[in-house]
């Protein structure tokens, strides 16, 4: 663990280890009990969180953003061949992300929020497993891969529905040994792509996108501003498992560190966020969340 001497009194956590290198795994836990113990804390998560439910993440050692490039919205909208390639490959990695169940980190991160330690849930995750963890109040940042919505009548419609529709048009498709992306998609042959077909709007013939913010294009205003509230209401931002290292996420914890409020970041690994924060703990999430419930709710 790493601590920084912000803004945010004596709960900003322990000092570090000898000679400045990392205090040992229990002054992490000690901080990061600390600070929930003050309650009124709103959490930021990424996509560690949801590694250990078999979700890759971005950035990390084996991150996809080594291998791969993810679909952009100016891709998307240019061209059919585009939405050919984004939908070819996001209906075989739908069937792994619809069958992802929440892991230990999110089950802990309900029982926190249950147990009134947590004021709110912001995630940018677009896999739903927070909501599936019983956490329907999460504020999904970059929205959901489980909602279709179309660019041309503004319909929203259910993931569950198109699949059923992909699949009448295009059959189940396997690809052997396929490697997941956080978006939902999958690496395929371009025969595969080209052959693929795409379904309109049911209800215009308009073009039907996932209801998820790509890469290169922005977040309703409206909801950052309610993601702003909830971080000024809040007494402290707990980031999981998130490098920061777009703006989207990182704005929020930079607003915090401004204002005062601590932060704690667990991740493992460095973020862009490390050095407005009061504590950073790379430790595993799933484990070091589950132990920190049961620290704070038994009696």
């Known amino acids: 663990m790493h601590v920084h001497r912000t803004p945010g009194g004596p709960e900003s956590g322990p000092t570090n280890g000898p000679e400045g290198g990392p205090a040992p795994e229990g002054a992490g836990l000690a901080a990061l009990e600390r600070l929930l113990a003050g309650r009124d804390v709103t959490v930021l998560s990424g996509a560690g969180l949801s590694t250990e439910s078999g979700i890759p ?24 061949q585009g939405r050919r390639r984004y939908w070819a490959r996001s ?6 992300i619809a069958r992802a169940e929440p892991n230990a980190g999110h089950r802990a991160v309900e029982g926190l929020r249950r147990a009134g330690y947590l004021s709110a849930v912001i995630t940018q995750n677009v896999d739903g497993l927070h909501r599936a963890a ?29 699949d059923r529709r992909l699949r009448a048009l295009n ?41 998820v913010v790509f890469f290169g294009e922005s977040v309703p205003k409206p909801r950052v501003q309610h993601c702003y ?19 989207s996420g990182l704005r ?17 690994g460095a973020t862009r966020g490390d050095a407005y924060a009061t504590a950073t703990v790379p430790l595993p999430l799933g484990a070091t969340l589950t132990t920190l419930l049961e620290r704070l709710t038994t009696p």
């Not at 993810?70 to 998307?76: G, I, V």
């Not at 077909?197 to 996108?209: D, M, S, Y």
């Not at 914890?253 to 601590?262: D, L, T, Y």
Request: a neutral charge; aromatic letters at 6%; proline letters at 5%.
């Open 229 to 247: 509230d909830l971080v000024d209401a809040a007494r402290a931002l707990l980031v999981l498992g998130s490098s920061l290292t777009v703006m």
């Open 91 to 96: 209906h075989v990695g739908w069937q792994a």
């Open 57 to 80: 993440d971005y950035r990390g050692a084996t991150g996809s953003l080594r291998r791969h490039t993810p679909m952009t919205y100016q891709e998307f909208t240019a061209s059919e």
């Open 134 to 162: 019983g956490t329907v109040g999460a504020v999904e940042l970059h929205g959901g891969l489980d909602r279709v919505v179309c660019l041309d009548c503004g319909r929203s419609s259910s993931r569950a529905d198109l």
């Open 171 to 211: 059959g189940t498709l396997f690809v052997p040994r396929a490697a997941l992306n956080p978006d939902g998609d999958v690496q395929l042959p371009g025969a595969v792509v080209d052959a693929f077909r795409i379904a309109p709007c049911e209800a215009c013939g308009g073009v039907l996108k996932p209801d």
């Open 252 to 268: 929020f914890v930079r607003h915090a560190a401004r204002a005062g409020k601590p932060v704690a970041i667990v991740n493992q």
